[in-house]
């Protein structure tokens, strides 16, 4: 059975640094794309940061230069560090898994095909 878990949610003044962790049992992390998705209240979800299979990061502009994705092989751990939070950026954060080759080919691939399994999601709430 594959799970994955999220923690570090937490509430934040504007400015403030979060550090989520994807704790990822059933598959092997390194043989996965692994990403990152949010979610604000009453809006899509979009794609946030991915580590494709071959080790490559995408992050989608707005978070380019303050958000960091990570994984940690030897623990099968997904991290996203978090610097310079936006009250925008308040809303759901999920981590997920699938066996594509990339995440992202000029738009997010969960967007056609989904991605194969979800973490429930902690909530990050950013105040001004």
């Known amino acids: 059975q594959v799970q994955l878990v999220e923690s570090g949610g937490d509430s934040v003044e504007s400015g403030g640094s979060l550090r989520l962790s994807c704790a990822v049992s059933?598959?092997?992390?390194?043989?996965?794309?692994m990403g990152w998705f949010r979610q604000a209240p009453g809006k899509k979800r979009e794609g946030v940061a991915s580590?494709?299979?071959?080790?490559?990061?995408t992050y989608v502009d707005s978070v380019k230069d303050r958000f960091t994705i990570s994984e940690d092989s030897a623990t099968n751990t997904l991290y996203l560090q978090m610097n310079n939070l936006q009250p925008e950026e308040t809303g759901m954060y999920f981590c997920?898994?699938?066996?594509?080759?990339?995440?992202?080919?000029?738009?997010?691939?969960?967007?056609?095909?989904?991605?194969?399994?979800w973490g429930k999601g902690p909530l990050i709430t950013v105040s001004s």
């Open positions: 580590i494709d299979i071959n080790g490559s990061a």
């Open positions: 997920a898994a699938d066996p594509a080759r990339c995440l992202y080919d000029g738009e997010w691939v969960f967007g056609r095909t989904g991605m194969d399994y």
């Open positions: 059933g598959v092997t992390i390194s043989t996965y794309s």
